[in-house]
Nanobody
């Protein structure tokens, strides 16, 4: 089994910063990519950022220039540095992992989410 545990959420003022972490553990053979999604109340879950194990990144237009995703392959951990936070960034942030549990089998997993609140 694979588990994803997020941390780093909390309350921050507009213009402030937060750093989210997501650690993957369990039956991991190889990570293909990890990423972040977010969901505000009454809204759909939207893509935020992703990174491959090789370091290639992709960002939603709404966060480009403000958020930075990174990965520590040795620790199976992905990070999301969030700067210049806006009220519209308020959401539950979910970690996602696309990984192999064996040489031939790939799987996709979700964390439980961490709350990010942006308020003055």
């Amino acid at each position: 089994q694979v588990q994803l545990v997020e941390s780093g959420g909390g309350l921050v003022q507009p213009g402030g910063s937060l750093r989210l972490s997501c650690a993957a553990s369990g039956s991991i053979f190889q990570i293909n990519a990890m990423g972040w999604y977010r969901q505000a109340p009454g809204k759909q879950r939207d893509f935020v950022a992703r990174i491959t194990s090789g370091g290639s990144t992709d960002y939603a237009d709404s966060v480009k220039g403000r958020f930075t995703i990174s990965i520590d392959n040795a620790k199976n951990t992905v990070y999301l540095q969030m700067n210049s936070l806006k009220p519209e960034d308020m959401a539950i942030y979910y970690c996602n992992a696309d990984l192999k549990t064996s040489w031939y089998r790939g799987s996709n997993y979700w964390g439980q989410g961490t709350q990010v609140t942006v308020s003055s």
